[in-house]
């Protein structure tokens, strides 16, 4: 069953919360989409891997739930962008501000290496906007 040690994860985080205030160092291992990544949680009791999505942004997105072309082809460039974010930077990220999102079942964090922002870089390049949970806006420019 996978609701136990996600159950046991989040009583965890609840009697941990301002443990969390604190930097984390993980190990990116995969790039999901522009604004969400896997990184390798040996922390958790059966699952070794926890999904992170980028606190403060949003990416377009990709494939099926594109609304438009456009918003594929930039969901495309943005996952391309933090690809090599880490690719250049490497692949252990510093995570803070870490929250569950209200899907559950993956973290929100500020994602850094060095002094390199990741959510700072993708807005700069025009890959993601500020967000903060209101109605997002359209990728596809209307």
Do not use: H
């Not at 922390?43 to 377009?60: A, N, Q």
């Amino acid at each position: 069953m996978k609701t136990i040690p996600l159950v046991i994860f989040l009583s965890y985080l609840t009697f941990c919360a301002p443990a969390f205030a604190d930097l984390y160092e993980w190990k990116v291992i995969r790039v999901i989409d522009g604004d969400t990544i896997e990184v390798e949680a040996p922390f958790l009791p059966k699952e070794l891997k926890l999904s992170v999505r980028v606190l403060g942004i949003d990416t377009p997105e990709k494939g099926g739930r594109a609304k438009c072309k456009a918003e594929a082809d930039l969901a495309i460039k943005a996952s391309k962008f933090t690809e090599s974010f880490f690719k250049v930077l490497g692949n252990k990220a510093t995570f803070s501000d870490i929250k569950w999102d209200k899907f559950g079942g993956r973290v929100l964090a500020n994602v850094a290496i060095q002094d390199n922002n990741l959510a700072e870089e993708l807005i700069n390049r025009g890959y993601a906007r500020a967000y903060n949970g209101e109605k997002k806006k359209s990728w596809c420019g209307k």
